[in-house]
């Protein structure tokens, strides 16, 4: 507890753009949120005032951060299992907890959890030998969806494969290398949904409207709320599968559930326990952005309303171009005096090519005329043109 507030110390591990807009969230909550980074660079360290620095492999330095935390929670799914549970027993109150977050950090527990509970999965096996590989594609046809079933995010850690002899050869690499590895089916894709659940230890659940992510290169480019032309039943029945799933792997704080939209129905892609980047849109476009609604739900303070402030909401990722051109500040100059009501989040990152920068959000009621707004306002940014 903070003293000087009479409020409860939240400690979020990792310094990027989650922890960022998380701690804006915790400002209107009276805190100040702790995080510990790898690097004053790092988004989150920029502008919180309670900033560790450690790396979230090391357990002393985890231990040394959760030291006066009330709850500690996470902005990626790094930090290792076993020091999780080390934490958990020596009185750390941590939200996922180990058991839950496991199926957030390795594919393959994830499939065979869902598996056993009956959810809609693809048809997958894991990968030890490459003949496992060449084995599935030719019983479910090529090509296929090879993972690692750890680490990867963002396209990293997914090729498709096209048939035996890639199989043996990609396969044999990154099992000698080291890497874990999963197989699953090429689904037949209509769109990617995603839907998020929040849950609080008290076991209360608040369920966001299911939005449509657009992918581009395996990075989600365009988040659309609600998923256009969504049957109710179809919306109706992702939030219930989400709902079930926060329960049965006893998530505490954000559930993200990426889902296939395919003929035969809803497949479930990935699960994400921390706040999300399908889940931007909802700071300007929700009563409660999933970032407060992370907080409250580790502290266990009743759930904010889920509703949408717009008919249609679009966000749009702003991903860094080629270097040159005129800087960010003019760009933010033009991209506001051609769309005002544009929201800007910026995570006070350093510009590459292909990496996430930043986002901008645009409410509106005609779903064509929000998506070109938010498409131009990110152009602005990542190319400095309309």
Same mark, same amino acid.
């Given at each position: ?185 090429? /689904? ?124 249609? /909401? ?73």
């Amino acid at each position: 507890m903070d003293s000087r507030t009479g409020l409860p110390v939240v400690g979020m591990v990792g310094g990027g753009q989650l922890a960022r807009m998380t701690h804006q969230a915790a400002i209107a909550l009276g805190q100040s949120l702790r995080v510990l980074a790898l690097s004053p660079d790092d988004g989150a360290a920029l502008v919180a005032a309670d900033v560790q620095y450690g790396d979230h492999t090391d357990l002393a330095a985890l231990r040394t951060f959760a030291k006066n935390c009330d709850v500690v929670t996470f902005d990626h799914e790094h930090v290792p299992s076993e020091h999780i549970r080390t934490l958990a027993g020596e009185g750390v109150k941590l939200y996922p907890p180990a058991d839950a977050l496991v199926h957030a950090q390795d594919k393959q527990v994830m499939r065979e959890r869902l598996t056993a509970l009956g959810a809609p999965v693809p048809a997958w096996q894991p990968v030890t030998v490459p003949d496992d590989l060449v084995a599935f594609g030719t019983r479910t046809g090529w090509p296929v969806v090879l993972k690692a079933a750890r680490g990867g995010y963002d396209g990293r850690g997914v090729w498709l494969v096209d048939g035996p002899e890639q199989a043996t050869e990609l396969a044999g690499t990154l099992l000698a290398g080291g890497t874990p590895l999963i197989v699953e089916e090429r /689904v037949q894709l209509r769109r990617e949904l995603a839907v998020q659940v929040a849950r609080s230890p008290f076991g209360q659940v608040a369920v966001y409207p299911v939005v449509e992510t657009v992918q581009s290169d395996g990075i989600c480019v365009e988040v659309l709320a609600p998923a256009p032309d969504l049957p109710e039943e179809v919306a109706l029945a992702a939030g219930q599968l989400a709902i079930d799933l926060a329960t049965a792997l006893g998530v505490v704080g954000l559930l993200a559930v990426e889902l296939f939209e395919t003929p035969t129905g809803l497949v479930v892609n990935e699960l994400a326990m921390r706040p999300h980047n399908s889940g931007h849109w909802t700071i300007e476009g929700a009563r409660t952005s999933q970032f407060e609604q992370h907080l409250r739900a580790v502290l266990d303070y009743p759930m904010g309303d889920t509703s949408l402030t717009a008919p249609v /909401v679009v966000m749009a990722n702003v991903l860094g171009g080629e270097p040159g051109g005129m800087s960010i500040d003019e760009r933010l100059h033009h991209l506001f005096a051609a769309e005002p009501g544009a929201k800007v989040h910026l995570y006070g990152k350093q510009v590459r090519p292909g990496r996430k920068i930043g986002h901008v959000t645009v409410l509106g009621d005609d779903l064509d005329d929000v998506r070109a707004r938010a498409a131009r306002a990110a152009r602005w940014l990542r190319e400095g043109r309309a």
